[in-house]
């Protein structure tokens, strides 16, 4: 059975930073891409970041030079190290493995960001 286990979501300040943390079970995790989604309410699920089995990456264009994705393989985690928040950052973050064609998801960690 797939789990992906998100933490490290929270209130911060806008220009403020967060690490999310993802730890996957159930997969060969060194052989999945792994990306972070967000939905803020009202809005449809978006693509935050991802990161390939090789380690190649790819971020959503408000987020470049913010945010960095990183794996640690031996860890079996996927991190998300957040800086200059804004308050239009404030959504529910959710993990994602895309493991042998198939999409596995969290259930999300929320972040807000507000003063």
């Known amino acids: 059975q797939v789990q992906l286990a998100e933490s490290g979501g929270g209130l911060v300040q806008p220009g403020g930073s967060l690490r999310l943390s993802c730890a996957a079970s159930g997969i060969i995790f060194r052989r999945a891409a792994m990306g972070w989604y967000r939905q803020a309410p009202g809005k449809q699920r978006e693509l935050v970041a991802q990161?390939?089995?090789?380690?190649?990456?790819n971020y959503a264009d408000s987020v470049k030079g913010r945010f960095t994705i990183s794996r640690d393989n031996a860890k079996n985690t996927v991190y998300l190290q957040m800086n200059s928040l804004k308050p239009d950052d404030t959504a529910v973050y959710y993990c994602?493995?895309?493991?042998?064609?198939?999409?596995?998801w969290g259930k999300g960690t929320l972040v807000t960001v507000s003063s």
């Open positions: 990161i390939t089995s090789g380690g190649s990456t």
């Open positions: 994602n493995a895309r493991y042998v064609a198939k999409d596995y």
